[in-house]
């Protein structure tokens, strides 16, 4: 038989839990002081969650706290974000604690509590307030004004970048309908030639055509320079060949509707641009209060991903080890085992999905023939004949604890010692090594 030994954690600080069952509108509130060993107070009140009201109602269970002995208040609830903002902010102001549970374990403690899965409102601030009881919470973090800026302009970059991309592909679509023989690459499309093409000619090849070739090369290199003679040829080929045999009858409509969609691209472009610029500048700030953090290096990671990165995590300085780091992106290992049966060991994917792709995006280009991991990679891939799926979450991994150790070391990036274990390293790094070098 093994023996261990268990901390467990008493409110040695008589701390009064509040459990908060968050909603748009509405806030439904569970609260319990002990009366007798067998016998509880139950507290539950439904205000409206407005500023106003729930500062109000938190001086009242203050009231309640000092009356039954504690000594502060701790507000827990669901992370739910912006309908939370009131509750938690005015907490903050009146000097109260604060604290997350995970959804997930209020949808299973449930279970447990109540022996169902019925859900309503009073029910869940109760398994909220359970939860807070046993000490089941999870740290509610807040950030300076850098990190919080960081933070939005990186939600609002992703939401700019998936319009983007839904416009370059609208785009596409239309000019497939505008002009069916178009067999140049998509990229020209998005290039200083093809801009050119929509400011003069809205990518319309009825209006193309409506003049000799040796007007439109003429015009097309008046306003893009160094546009490639036989470029210009195939555009001015294929538009012959779209407008003949076809109706122009809808050309019109179809140029207006392309013309839309493209200036969504060109405003999102233009828009990400201004976000990156915005970014590393809030990174730059970020620097002068943290000099640790790491800096931008050519075939490791760029300044803006390393803003967006940070965005994502906060300060590194929260995290005490590379454990507590990847659970918090959701990078840790979920296990799947009972008796003889063996699952998949997979990422658990629990915590921030964002993060999780500013990650793939760096590791995506590390891993490319040659570069970082590239060699690494695709040995891997060819002799284990591993998937690509499973290969970039192993080298996610590892350029996070790279980065992490960076950090935490202080130390510049090295890119020898990625690939050998610290005692080589070291041994690398010895002065007798350095003398034989020299």
Known sequence: MKVTEKIVEVNANHILNIGVDVSSRKLDVHFECALQINKREVYREQIKNRSDEIEKSL???????????????????????????????????LNCLTAYVSGEAVKNSKVIEFNGTNKNDLVDAEVINSLAERNKVLIHRTYSAEYTRLRILNSHYEDIDKAYVSARNQVHNTLKQLWPDWSSKKSILYSRTGEALYKLYGLNPWEIVSHNYSYFAKRMRTHCKGVWSSTLKKIYRDAELSVKGHCSDASSTLESILGD???????GKERKASLKDEMREILSEIRQEDPRIPQARKNFISEFHIARLLAETGPLSDFSNLDQLN???????????SGDYQGKVRLSKRGRSLARKVLSLVTLSLVRKKHLYGPDYHRIKTEKDKPGKLLMCIFMKRFLKSFFGIYRSNQSFDPRRLFIDRGKYEKLNSPIALEAVI
Do not use: D, W
């Not at 203050?62 to 669901?78: D, H, M, P, W, Y």
């Not at 659970?327 to 085992?337: D, F, I, S």
């Open 59 to 93: 001086k009242k269970y203050l009231s309640v706290a000092q009356t039954k002995g504690f000594l502060n208040l701790r507000i827990v609830c669901e992370p739910t974000g912006p309908y939370s903002i009131n509750l938690l902010a005015m907490a903050k102001h």
């Open 327 to 337: 659970k918090y992106l959701g990078l840790n290992l979920r296990e799947r085992q």
């Open 261 to 267: 969609h493209y200036e969504n691209y060109l405003r």
